[in-house]
């Protein structure tokens, strides 16, 4: 939206949003303060690079390098997006949920609740991410929680069996907001494999040496193993960054970060807009090895946690309120408990939080009408299909004016929650519609 305004004063747009407070979504709604941004301030923009940051020194005095809650960085969102709605007058809001689309002549028509409105000649897809994936068919199950967030309304749960499915960012958050909420408390974080992500302090963007789009094109392009490639090519610009790790070595053991961890994620932020390019350029073969092999590791090396949050974590753990289990295989419910069951334990739980991460979007209402009229195809890596140049919709009807960013397009981009890939995807979309004849 911030960019589409600035088309034409006589387009109009209007913006459908469910969550009730509009621009955050539910990443970055009013919620706990505990739920850090797990990204330095300076590095988090909404139209351009610093804005964030700046807004910060005027409004709300904090150090500018330091991770801020979401709900901050929500606020922030908000209050831009309410400043430009009431400088345009040719935008609109409206607080409900499409459930609908369809084509008639030539436009596209939205249904929700309240109606239909009519007359859309394109329409942007930013849904944000759906829920977790109820993997071990839990919904109904008293005591069940399928999503963490706003893990504000974790804070009536009083127990000492407590188990946060998953590891990671919003497995972390919903921890620690059960665990503030009493001392009794006692939670168990349950993964398949992964373990706590590291922590970083600070960390700057680096102009890569290797890991260049050229480079990527010339080197990937028509070979026969772009993995071994991809390999040789990390390995490369750590070399040439005076980082004396290769990737083998991390990925098998992510706690070698910590004697270079600020230089080591330095790199990793600049790759943001590579790892897309990475996952476009391989085959399917290489794609479907990376996931059997290497994603879990990827994910819990390159993502990393404030060192606030991490130190949290690890004195909960010496206090014996938190417990951290690997070789998860099954969850049940038997007699109104939960049974957890791993390759080396069995643990029993009056409570358990999903906390696995954003789920398929396709599970959504809007998306399964879409694929059913044939508006949108599934993605077979999650999502729907769209063209990687300009997150055009791919349906079976052939060209549309339907766009996508974020979460729907994870099949194609793979890595769409960072804000450099989404604000890319936001300029691509924006191109496309300028073309436009409306």
Known sequence: MERLKHLTPALKIDIYDTTGSFGAGLAYQQDDLSNLVNRPTNLMYLRNRGDFEQWLKIYREKQANAYQPRSVFGKFIEETLK???HKHS????????????????????????TGERAGYDAVVLATGNAEPTDIYRLTGAQGYVNTPYPTSNLADIRSDGIAVLGNQLSAIDAALAVLDADPDNHVTMLTRSSKIPNYVEHYHPRSLKVLTANNLLQRLQGGSSTL???????????????????IEELMRDHSQAAGARDALYSVFSSTNLIVPLIWNLLSERERNIFLAKFRG????????????????INQHISAARLACRTGLVDVSVTRDRFVARGRD????????????????????????NMAACGMCIPHQYGGIDVHYEDCRVINRHGPSNIFALGAPTTGVFYAVSNIDVLQMQAELIFRNLRTLSI
Not at 297 to 312: H, T
Request: with cysteine; hydrophobic share 35%.
């Open 345 to 368: 334990f069995e643990c029993s739980f009056s409570y358990v939080i999903n906390a696995t991460g954003a789920g398929d979007s396709m599970e959504g209402t809007l998306f399964k």
């Open 297 to 312: 590791a990827w994910r819990q090396l390159r993502v990393p946690i404030p060192k606030e949050n991490w130190r949290r």
């Open 90 to 113: 040719s935008i609109q809001c409206y607080h409900e949920r499409v459930n609908e689309m369809t084509m008639q002549r030539g436009r596209y028509s939205l249904r929700t609740v």
């Open 228 to 246: 071994n490639t991809v390999r040789a090519m990390f390995n490369e610009e750590l070399e040439v960054q005076g980082i004396d790790l290769n």
């Open 83 to 85: 400043s430009s709605l």
